[in-house]
T-cell receptor, first 109, second 113 residues
Framework: GQNIDQPTEMTATEGAIVQINCTYQ??????LFWYQQHAGEAPTFLSY??LDGLEEKGRFSSFLSRSKGYSYLLLKELQMKDSASYLC??????????WGAGTKLIIKP | DAGITQSPRYKITETGRQVTLMCHQT?????MFWYRQDLGHGLRLIYY???????DKGEVPDGYVVSRSKTENFPLTLESATRSQTSVYFC????????????FGPGTRLTVL
């Protein structure tokens, strides 16, 4: 079957750095997405990786290793507004997105 | 500049009733999707549509019906609501210049009593 694993919850301190990991086993691979979802709101797009390596976008970076079925989202200079759930999703061979259950990130002052 | 909207935002209904959730997008995106989100689960695809009059089942289609007569609208109907369909429903669309990315509506919180 298809499976996306990410930690359920993480806690970090304002101003620090946090890395959220995602491992996947899917039937085919056509890209990996990270979305941010604040409580009670819709998911919003953060990043997309289809080739191995690091994609940097301001305070957020996303890394992909296709051979290891692994990705991480790196958040730097954490702010209180970064408290949210972070969703990892993989597009499979049918071009459908398979979603992880999300990682709830709690930022403490 | 409405983007993608859903209505109603909140709905309470009773078991056995028919309910229709509306989704409208102003981007002329070709693809539209319906997901449900439940605690402890990732987003699960109910139905999707590649274009007007083209729809296909996702992971959890049972108990749901969709139609897409116009590119901009993609309603989702629960023909006879059950308590297990209590959930948050998100509509999404993709297409245009950033064809890879799905953009989500604000969601509809549905409670079936």
């Amino acid at each position: 079957g298809q499976n996306i694993d990410q930690p359920t919850e993480m806690t970090a301190t304002e101003g620090a750095i946090v890395q959220i990991n995602c491992t996947y086993q899917t039937s085919g691979f056509n890209g990996l997405f990270w979305y941010q979802q604040h409580a009670g709101e819709a998911p919003t797009f953060l990043s997309y990786n289809v080739l191995d390596g690091l994609e940097e976008k301001g305070r957020f970076s996303s890394f992909l290793s296709r051979s290891k079925g692994y990705s991480y989202l790196l958040l730097k200079e954490l702010q209180m507004k970064d408290s949210a759930s972070y969703l990892c999703a993989v597009r499979d061979s049918n071009y459908q997105l398979i979603w992880g259950a999300g990682t709830k990130l709690i930022i403490k002052p | 500049d409405a983007g993608i909207t859903q209505s109603p935002r909140y709905k309470i209904t009773e078991t056995g009733r028919q309910v229709t959730l509306m989704c409208h997008q102003t981007w002329s995106h070709s693809y539209m999707f319906w997901y449900r989100q439940d605690l402890g689960h990732g987003l699960r695809l109910i139905y999707y549509s590649a274009a007007a009059d083209i729809t296909d089942k996702g992971e959890v289609p049972d108990g749901y019906v969709v139609s897409r007569s116009k590119t901009e609208n993609f309603p989702l109907t629960l023909e006879s609501a059950t308590r297990s369909q209590t959930s948050v429903y998100f509509c999404a669309s993709s297409g245009g210049e950033e064809a890879d990315t799905q953009y989500f509506g604000p969601g509809t919180r549905l409670t079936v009593l």
